[in-house]
């Protein structure tokens, strides 16, 4: 709302890296002005849904176009989870997984270039 309100932003994309996915996501169908939603690393595993659990029926529920990045050796969430998980979500609803990568390496530096890329597309897409 602060982007919109204050720098007056008509057309946002939220985006969230681990904890912050699931937060970001609950809020996406809350703003009028987000018209889609990035996660890097949503928790969607056993142990994580125990603390964001409440937070999925949120950004599953949403039409708005999704983007799921993910690590095929995330620890938090396993490739079979996040497919299984993303089957029940509504709209448009895309991933992308990058090969031999866990949660904390995606988000390490040596991963920027690929994974703004990986964002850029999804927004030339929409």
């Not at 996501?25 to 142990?47: K, N, R």
């Not at 509504?90 to 390496?105: D, P």
């Amino acid at each position: 709302r602060w982007l919109s309100q204050n720098l007056g932003a008509d057309r946002i994309l939220l985006v969230g890296s681990s904890a912050g996915a699931p937060i970001a996501g609950s809020a996406v169908d809350q703003i009028e002005q987000v018209v889609g939603y990035v996660s890097l690393g949503y928790p969607f595993g056993l142990m994580a849904s125990v603390l964001f659990g409440r937070h999925h029926k949120a950004i599953l529920s949403s039409p708005k176009p999704k983007l799921f990045v993910m690590g095929t050796q995330d620890g938090f969430t396993s490739v079979s989870q996040l497919k299984k998980k993303l089957k029940s979500a509504a709209g448009r609803t895309e991933t992308h997984l990058i090969e031999g990568v866990s949660h904390f390496q995606m988000e390490g530096p040596e991963y920027d270039s690929q994974v703004t890329d990986i964002i850029c597309n999804f927004i030339s897409s929409m």
